[in-house]
């Protein structure tokens, strides 16, 4: 069962976010059920603002600069159960819910790779059958 706890309920004791010095703030996505790690990206207030309206994850892309939601090209979205602050208010964690791949290598995880370079997580999708 999907549920979305984001929304409207601002409390007055939210706490502030503290975005660097490029108005971006780590993310964290974490499997809400399993708690496996899935990938770290970075958000701007108008990320926050979106995943917060829709209950889908969106993100900042550095690279192309530009606001993204998981998963529009893919289908591979995230729906966020909960967003979480850390104690400094500079990094969010996003508790969701993966369909399909959080990596755009195909892989589960984006964290799929020891440091030797061994795989260690599993392909759950061919990425040339999703992107052009």
């Keep these: 069962m999907r549920q979305t706890v984001l929304g409207s309920r601002m409390s007055t004791d939210a706490p502030e976010l503290a975005f660097d010095e490029q108005s971006l703030l780590p993310v964290v996505a974490q499997d809400a059920a399993s708690g496996d790690v899935l ?4 958000a701007s207030s108008e990320a926050v603002e979106q995943t917060r309206e829709t209950g889908l994850a969106h993100y900042y892309s550095r690279s192309r600069d530009e606001l ?3 998963g529009g090209s893919s289908g591979h979205v ?3 159960e909960e967003i979480r ?3 400094d208010g500079d990094a969010l964690l996003y508790l969701v819910e993966q369909e399909g791949g959080a990596c755009h290598t195909g892989f ?3 964290f799929y790779r020891s440091i030797d370079g061994e795989e260690v997580g599993e392909k759950v999708f ?6 052009e």
Aim: with cysteine.
């Design 85 to 87: 602050v850390d104690c």
């Design 78 to 80: 995230q729906h966020v």
């Design 126 to 131: 061919d990425p040339d059958d999703v992107y």
């Design 68 to 70: 993204w939601k998981k």
């Design 39 to 42: 990938m770290l990206a970075y």
């Design 108 to 110: 589960e995880s984006c």
